[in-house]
């Protein structure tokens, strides 16, 4: 990719090569976006209501992970609407957990998800972070940026959308 350039937490990929795959040529022209004030929520809950992971999460729960994760989105190149979405969970230390990474499935096979995810790991946040990441349709698409099987090791506990109680906000805000 040339002319990627970041101002005010938008990487801007211009002058993306053409390619063409099937029936002719297909132009990337899009714009990346990170940080949660730079989403369309909306978009995002659309996208994320129809994957087989979140498609029961309810609005404010996206809004609320969203607040609390680094967010990455891509735009339509008027940035008029939201095309794809992943968010990073880090500690900025040892880890990091890419998760919800979703492309509209009209634009599946397009470099949209390449795209997105170049933007993720160009992050020097993560460099040298152990990144993971749970797929179960997606093992080739990730094996591109680096990710490998790491066996039947992965456990997990059940989870339960909740309003958050008036005691977390407390805890939250340091009102304990």
């Known amino acids: 990719m040339r002319g990627l350039f970041i101002r005010a937490g938008i990487c801007y990929y211009k002058d993306v090569p053409r390619r063409t795959r099937g029936k002719g040529e297909i132009a990337l ?3 990346v976006k990170t940080g949660a004030g730079h989403m369309i929520p909306g978009d995002v809950a659309s996208l994320l209501h129809n994957t087989y992971w979140a498609y029961d999460r309810p609005e404010d729960a996206i809004r609320r992970s969203m607040e609390r994760s680094d967010c990455y989105g891509v735009f339509t190149a008027d ?3 939201q095309v794809a979405f992943a968010r990073v969970i880090t500690d900025g230390v040892t880890t990091f957990y890419l998760c919800d990474v979703v492309v509209d499935p009209a634009l599946r096979g397009q470099g ?8 993720v790991h160009d ?3 993560y460099a040298g972070l152990l990144g993971l990441l749970a797929t179960r349709d997606a093992q080739d698409f990730y ?4 990710y490998e099987e790491g066996g039947p090791s992965l456990m997990r506990k059940g989870r339960k959308y909740t ?3 008036a005691q977390a906000k407390e805890n939250k805000d340091g009102k304990i």
């Open 29 to 31: 022209d899009y714009i």
């Open 79 to 81: 940035g008029s609407k």
């Open 112 to 119: 949209v998800g390449t795209l997105l995810l170049r933007a």
């Open 123 to 125: 992050n020097p946040a």
């Open 143 to 146: 094996r591109r940026f680096g």
């Open 163 to 165: 309003a958050p109680s």
